[in-house]
């Protein structure tokens, strides 16, 4: 199957710092990657799809300007967490879109804001 | 609005015992179907998939699943667990989203215990 890598696995900031987490397929193309949120007991939330060479597209309640989304090439995405606080923390998880219908996810990303 | 139901939060079942999940879907049209199975340091991964056809689904690790659009059901089911199958597991629909694209709705998932 595809491979889809996610760094880091997990990170600890300070208050009012940002965090980028990377999100990378390994063996395939992705012009389009997903980025969702996962809280504990609770189900994977789509935040954003991330579309290679354009802006991304947020979810309805999803701040871009907090969560800002790159997708520079066709194998990787960025999320970054601008100015964390932390209500923030939770588990961020990628996915990549190989063909329609087809999505691979990475191993997810433990943030943790002080 | 489209949602995924799985009315079972954590199952505890006995090794070699028969499993079955349950998932409940809310769609207008015909869904694209998944499980998928989350493991503590992995990604979620496929089981199986419905997107037409027969009903009866075959997956990986021996998993089956049954769609069944009287019911709007979707139920995951092993007929004898392994320890290893302990972990997480979602249900999801795909729905396309208002900019095109598909977009996968998750229920809440199910936590799956094994026991001795």
């Known amino acids: 199957g595809a491979v889809v890598s996610q760094h880091p696995s997990r990170v600890i900031c300070k208050s009012g710092t940002s965090v980028k987490i990377e999100c990378r397929s390994l063996d395939f193309q992705a012009t389009t990657m997903f980025w969702y949120r996962q809280f504990p007991k609770k189900s994977l939330m789509l935040m954003a799809t991330s579309n290679e060479g354009s802006k991304a597209t947020y979810e309805q309640g999803v701040e871009k300007d907090k969560f800002l989304i790159n997708h520079a090439s066709l194998t990787l995405s960025t999320l970054t967490v601008t100015s964390a606080h932390p209500e923030d923390s939770s588990f961020y998880i990628c996915s990549a879109r190989r063909r329609i219908n087809e999505q691979f996810f990475g191993p997810g990303t433990r943030l943790t804001v002080l | ?116």
């Open chain 2, 1 to 116: 609005a489209q949602s995924v139901t799985q009315p079972d939060i954590h199952i505890t079942v006995s090794e070699g015992a028969s499993l079955e999940l349950r998932c409940n879907y809310s769609y207008g049209a015909t869904p694209y179907l998944f499980w998928y199975v989350q493991s503590p340091g992995q990604g979620l991964q496929l089981l199986l998939k419905y997107f037409s056809g027969d009903t009866l689904v075959q997956g990986i690790k021996g998993f089956e699943a049954e769609f069944k659009r009287s019911q709007s059901s979707f139920n995951l089911r092993k007929p004898s667990v392994h320890w290893s199958d302990a972990a997480e597991y979602f249900c999801a629909v795909v729905i396309i989203s208002n900019f095109g694209n598909e977009k996968l709705t998750f229920g809440t998932g199910t936590r799956l215990t094994i026991i001795p």
